[in-house]
């Protein structure tokens, strides 16, 4: 048994069954025995491979569509441009290296990072070459006029999920279970009293559905949306999940690139959850921002110029670099791989025009 098994069996024992945000936040987030604290996560040799990963493409684009705001912005001499969750650095160190192109952004940029994993920092510092700062939480931000990105972060952050049962809808917890002594899930004893916080479409939903809430997410979204209305910017978060709000459950867990047991071996695994695009988009209105999208990500790649940037890179490679472009190619954008079920979600202050890349869905 692992040591954050013990640790996790032992804070049930202790208070009862914890809830699956519990459960999802000590797994991957625990300061010594997360699954973040691990070195090497990502890539082909860890557990799972994100755009960034599969392409310096993704992140060259991004690094153009954060110049091409910090121009709609008015080129401000002194801004901030935090990612959030960056894993091993590589989209901010493609992004840097493509932004070259416009010196004025990279001496008016000042470099900040939201990570938690201690471990990932000195992977991030490593890759990025350039003085950066860290924080654990958005409220830590300065108050600068900001770009924010966010690549697979929201999918990472602990959801809650419900039943809806006759009587009304019962959280998902986790706990020991006394035949097997193993971890399981079990359904809180107590209706949740005001189903309010669910969308209207969730409590639509029918018995039996599942409704998953990211608290996090939602306190996050609206701290970047509060951010850029008071200090100028805009905001890029790509992710995976539907465009609309929906009944499911998505919670899952993958090791070594192929799906596995959630509770078994804490921390061994990655853990995430569909992003409720629309829900985040709502809450940032809220706040006082634009939206625009989500777009698939397919579709948002392809407006900002891949298909040009891939034929370019293609120009002076050698034929096995070229399968490995138009490989990357077709991952980033085929609607079976990632280029559907990913989906671009844009914020901006209201003086801001539509976010590049989002043109064409203006009328949607
Ligand atoms: N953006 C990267 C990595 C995605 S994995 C890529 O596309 O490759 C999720 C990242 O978010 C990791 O760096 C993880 O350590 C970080 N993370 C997860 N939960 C976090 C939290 N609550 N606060 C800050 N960072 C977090």
Redesign the pocket.
């Known amino acids: 048994m692992n040591a954050l098994l013990r640790h996790i069996r032992a804070i049930i024992r202790d208070q009862g069954p914890v809830s699956l945000a519990t459960y999802m936040g000590l797994t991957?987030?625990h300061p010594e025995l997360g699954y973040?604290q691990r070195q090497s996560?990502?890539g082909a040799a860890g557990d799972f491979i994100?755009?960034?990963?599969i392409s310096q493409m993704f992140g060259e684009l991004i690094g153009l569509w954060c110049v091409q705001r910090w121009r709609d912005m008015g080129s401000p001499s002194l801004f901030m441009l935090c990612?959030?969750?960056?894993?091993?650095g590589?989209?901010m160190a493609d992004a840097l290296r493509a932004a070259r192109v416009a010196p004025d952004f990279l001496n008016a940029a000042q470099l900040h990072l939201?990570?938690?994993?201690r471990a990932?920092r000195e992977t991030q510092k490593a890759a990025i070459g350039r003085a950066v700062t860290w924080h654990?939480?958005v409220a830590d931000l300065p108050p600068l006029p900001a770009i924010f990105i966010?690549?697979?972060?929201f999918d990472?952050?602990p959801i809650r999920q419900f039943q809806r049962l006759p009587g009304g809808w019962h959280e998902r917890m986790v706990t020991i279970d006394p035949d097997t002594d193993q971890l399981c899930f079990t359904l809180s004893p107590v209706a949740l009293g005001d189903d309010t916080v669910f969308a209207p479409a969730l409590r639509a939903a029918a018995a039996g559905a599942i409704a998953e809430l990211c608290p996090?997410g939602l306190a996050i979204i609206e701290s970047l949306a509060a951010h850029i209305c008071a200090c100028g910017g805009a905001g890029l978060i790509i992710d995976y999940g539907p465009e609309k709000t929906a009944p499911g459950d998505s919670f899952q867990a993958v090791r070594g690139h192929s799906f596995c047991d959630p509770l078994q071996n804490p921390g061994e695994a990655d853990l995430t959850a569909h992003v409720d695009f629309q829900s985040l988009a709502a809450t940032a209105q809220r706040a006082g921002c634009l939206t625009d999208g989500p777009l698939p990500q397919g579709r948002f790649l392809l407006q900002l110029g891949l298909a040009m940037l891939a034929q370019r890179l293609a120009q002076n490679a050698s034929p096995a670099e070229q399968d490995a472009i138009h490989s990357a190619f077709q991952r980033l954008t085929a609607t079976d791989q990632m280029g559907h079920l990913f989906k671009a979600l844009a914020l901006r202050h209201p003086v801001l025009a539509v976010s590049p890349g989002f043109e064409a869905c203006i009328h949607d």
Not at 50 to 53: F, G, S
Not at 114 to 117: D, F, K, N, P, Q
């Open positions: 991957l987030g973040y996560p990502f994100t755009a960034p990963e990612e959030l969750g960056p894993g091993r590589t989209l939201v990570e938690t994993s990932l654990d939480h966010a690549n697979e972060f990472a952050l996090a």
